[in-house]
């Protein structure tokens, strides 16, 4: 196993500009490849969430400009009810495939693994080429929506049937949009699959002399759990995706039951289940949400760890918690469907899991809580960054006991307090997992530091600014405000208009914000002080070799592991750590058995 | 920093739980006879889920301001108990937290899908379509006439495809855009989409509830106040989605029957 390491994932050098930069088999690039598709994702993504929220807060606004975007959906500049769906399925989609599956997981996995585990490179690097190249090919797709037919689809991210299944007679973006939608998706399933073919094997079996399971760092546990997750659920989307394509195309009724009318017209077909397609969409969805935290967890962790100057309470019970949040993922997913009209009993059933799925949560959230007690904090943007997440998880994480139960689903389903839960989750929670692992690896990716003063303000802004955007949203839901409207005519929800503005008004300076970390980002890249090898004085393996690593990441050198992957706190030559790969003995106080 | 991070913290918590606490935002009042259970597991679970919301920031809070920067000569030290009271801590506490919910969630569940309606439960049909509600009571033959999908026609207003001719059941049904039902008179709603899904919202009367194509459903439920509520759509549907709505008057049992005989007028 271990000297497989060096063999498996050999490969020379490149010389041309293509293969170096463009079709690159260096985990390394399609990493950055990777982080840059998300980069590109989530501006797009954001942009998309400007213009939603523009149009909830003033819905006869004029958006300078946007008609260039669409003629048909924004005559005169003001968007149609039909256009804004369509962007709001967009922002969703972009946000969860192609920025939180994309930049926690493969992009900074791809980065790390290998480096964590001391291998050369990925075990199949042309299947990494090709996974990168496919998501790249599934993002144009997907853009494409916006020019082609009556422009993407409006049926929302999870596209239920019968309405995303019936074609064109079901509304704009319901013929090409949602076919454009659906190969995007299955495209990008293929993608994510090469991935974790790589991932796993490489954690498995490329791990260098010394480097039992147990001794990887907490990302690359996390990444490795991620893995498994997405061999299991996209594996579920692909084909899910492939059935809703032929209900379009080859005259099947996968989803579509019989007698159906529409426009006074009774399609033809029959026979179809419409909750077959949310079992199928569900049993991905919701693993999909934890595809896109773990990785956050993992990296949150190491950031922190490095921060504290001490490990975690627990690195097994962390990894075992991360493993039961991944293994209940595939239990719950019934929550989604409460009031959908399934057998009741199965909604009961489904609770108990997704209330079960609190404990491992708490228990992570513990850990990470516990373990700042006694530490030296280092506060630098990494870690408020981290430590945020740990704040937005909390506020997160309580809403799901509302959401887990049945009986409380009846008032909050499909209101703006599901919008808030997921966002604080699954979206703000993972992209501030993202800005923590950017701050702190950084200089390990681009070889130079980023601005921390500009990576403060940035955090303290975005902070304060996603708690307003997000706060208002669980009291909107309680005063049964529903989510996916267009604008609110119905009368109990017109007094709600005055928190939309504020909400708009808050996402619109939380969005500006932003432009700080490109800022820094752009300019740290090229202008930025070169980084030193270890600048946080880290333990795990990335930190032993140069800022950027050389291509083979380790120079030819065959790395021995000697430790656990967080000796903080200790004793040693070079001050309060011992990096994995010293050979320096240490009272492994915290060593477990 | 961390201390100006710490109160930060201390700060949105509380600012967060006053909306709660001066139950400034609340569901708006339950006029169903089974909603007090919604509203009291509600009120539990904002109890628990607010004690857990403001425990856990206040101590991260608290953390971060006592434990951070370089603090020369002192040690790291180790969260007395270790890893594992906090595990014992979770497992029991929230353990128990959530299982009491979920138990006491069941019975406020049960009390709505698995108990049946009375004998004397006045059925209403609901049908649900891109984009409108449009409701059908039996008539005085107490049945509704069959549906016939191939005979929907929104521009002759046969919004449920009746064959007044041939169907004899169907002469006396009255079909209607808005809702009226008696206030304390149990009503089974029988409930179908003739397109896509749509939902079934009201959140006076606690109720919500998809509409599933090629599939019917029922509820049942009691209305104990009489009022002029809204229904509206809450699953995706289409460009309409926002607009999809209707009223739903609750009556005294007169008034009611008036509306009915006025109705079937019209027809």
């Not at chain 1, 041309?16 to 840059?36: A, E, N, P, T, W």
């Not at chain 2, 006879?33 to 856990?56: K, P």
């Not at chain 2, 020369?72 to 506490?93: D, N, R, S, W, Y």
């Not at chain 2, 937290?97 to 709505?112: M, S, T, Y």
Request: hydrophobic residues 50%; aromatic residues 14%; contains cysteine.
């Amino acid at each position: 196993m271990h000297d497989s390491a060096h063999a498996a994932a050999h490969h020379g050098p490149p010389t041309s500009f293509i293969r170096k930069h463009v079709f690159s088999l260096d985990h390394k690039v399609i990493g950055k490849q990777y982080y840059g598709l998300g980069l590109v994702a989530v501006f797009i993504g954001m942009v998309l969430s400007w213009l939603m929220r523009i149009h909830l807060g003033w819905t006869n606004a004029a958006i300078p400009g946007l008609h260039l975007l669409s003629k048909t959906g924004a005559p005169g500049d003001v968007m149609t009810p039909e256009y804004y769906l369509q962007v709001m399925t967009m922002h969703a989609t972009f946000m969860v495939f192609f920025v939180l599956t994309v930049a926690p997981f493969a992009a900074f996995g791809n980065f790390f693994i290998p480096i964590h585990t001391g291998a050369e490179d990925m075990p199949f690097p042309h299947f990494n080429m090709m996974s990168f190249w496919t998501t790249f090919v599934a993002f144009c797709v997907m853009l494409l929506s916006f020019f082609v037919g009556d422009g993407p689809t409006l049926g929302g991210w999870t596209q239920y049937a019968p309405l995303s299944a019936l074609g064109p007679v079901a509304g704009p973006g319901q013929g090409s949009g949602v076919i454009i939608w659906a190969t995007s998706i299955g495209i990008f399933c293929v993608g994510q699959l090469f991935g974790a073919l790589n991932f796993i094997p490489n954690i498995l079996d490329l791990r260098c002399k010394g480097m039992s399971m147990w001794r990887l760092p907490l990302p690359t546990w996390a990444w490795f759990i991620t893995s498994c997750m997405g061999l299991t659920s996209f594996s579920v989307l692909m084909p899910a995706v492939v059935l809703l394509i032929l209900d379009h195309v080859a005259g099947t009724s996968f989803f579509v039951p019989s007698n159906l009318v529409i426009n006074d017209q009774l399609q033809p077909h029959s026979g179809g289940s419409t909750l077959l397609w949310q079992h199928l969409f569900w049993f991905f969805g919701h693993p999909e949400v934890y595809i896109a935290i773990v990785p956050g967890m993992g990296i949150v962790s190491h950031v922190l760890i490095t921060n504290m100057r001490k490990p975690m309470l627990s690195h097994r019970v962390m990894v075992y918690s991360m493993g039961a949040l991944a293994v209940l993922s595939y239990m719950v997913y019934g929550h989604h469907m409460f009031v959908s009209g399934m057998n009741p009993v199965s909604s009961i059933l489904f609770s108990f899991p997704t209330l079960l799925i609190t404990i491992p949560s708490t228990i992570i959230v513990l850990i990470w809580i516990g373990s700042l007690y006694g530490a030296k904090i280092r506060i630098n943007a990494a870690s408020l960054f981290a430590l945020g997440f740990i704040s937005l998880f909390i506020t997160g994480g309580v809403s799901g006991f509302f959401l887990a139960q049945p009986s409380i689903q009846i008032l909050l389903h499909a209101t703006y307090f599901v919008v808030a839960h997921f966002h604080f989750t699954m979206a703000i929670a993972a992209i501030f997992g993202i800005f923590s692992g950017t701050y702190f690896w950084f200089p390990k990716m681009w070889g130079r530091m980023m601005n921390d003063t500009l990576g403060k303000i940035h955090f303290w802004l975005s902070f304060i600014g996603v708690y307003a955007i997000f706060m208002p949203m669980h009291y909107l839901g309680l005063a049964g405000n529903v989510r996916r409207y267009q604008s609110f005519v119905v009368d109990y929800m017109q007094p709600l208009i005055g928190v939309h503005q504020f909400i708009t008004i808050a996402a619109l300076f939380t969005g500006a914000v932003q432009l700080i970390f490109i800022y820094n980002f752009i300019h740290s890249r090229f202008w930025g002080e070169p980084a030193p090898d270890n600048p946080w004085q880290g333990t795990s393996l990335e930190w032993s070799i140069p800022s950027p690593p050389p291509h083979d990441n380790f120079g030819g050198r065959h790395v021995v592991v000697y430790h656990d992957p967080y000796q903080y706190g200790v004793q040693s030559s070079t001050g309060d750590y011992v990096m994995q790969d010293s050979p320096e003995k240490v009272n492994t106080v915290n060593e477990e058995p | 920093m961390a201390k100006l991070f710490a109160v930060t913290i201390l700060v949105i918590a509380i600012i967060s739980a006053i909306p709660i606490i001066r139950n400034t935002w609340h569901p708006v009042e339950d006029v169903s006879t089974h909603g007090q259970a919604i509203d009291d597991q509600l009120s539990d679970t904002m109890w628990e889920a607010g004690i857990s919301f403001l425990s856990s920031q206040l101590l991260l809070a608290w953390f971060i301001w006592r434990f951070s920067g370089d603090r020369p000569g002192e040690k790291t030290k180790t969260f007395p108990g270790g890893a594992k009271g906090l595990v014992a801590a979770a497992i029991i506490l929230v353990g128990v937290e959530v299982f009491a919910l979920g138990i006491f969630g069941v019975k406020a569940w049960a009390a709505i899908y698995f108990t049946p309606p009375g004998a004397d439960a006045l059925p209403v049909q609901v049908q649900a379509g891109q984009f409108a509600f449009y409701f059908r009571y039996p008539g005085p033959d107490g049945s509704f006439g069959p549906i016939h999908p191939d005979q929907i026609s929104e521009a002759q207003a046969n919004f449920y495809g009746l064959d007044t001719t041939h169907d004899q059941d169907s002469k006396d049904d009255i079909v209607t855009a808005e809702m009226a039902i008696p206030v304390n008179h149990e009503i089974r709603l029988l409930m179908h989409s003739k397109d896509v899904s749509h939902s079934f919202y009201v959140p006076a009367l606690r109720i919500h509830q998809d509409f599933v194509p090629g599939l019917d459903l029922q509820l049942h439920f009691t209305a104990t106040k009489v009022g002029r509520y809204e229904i509206v759509c809450s699953q995706l549907c289409g460009l309409g989605h926002y607009n999809m709505k209707a009223y739903l008057s609750v009556l005294s049992q007169q008034d009611f029957d008036d509306w009915l005989k006025k109705q079937a007028a019209l027809q």
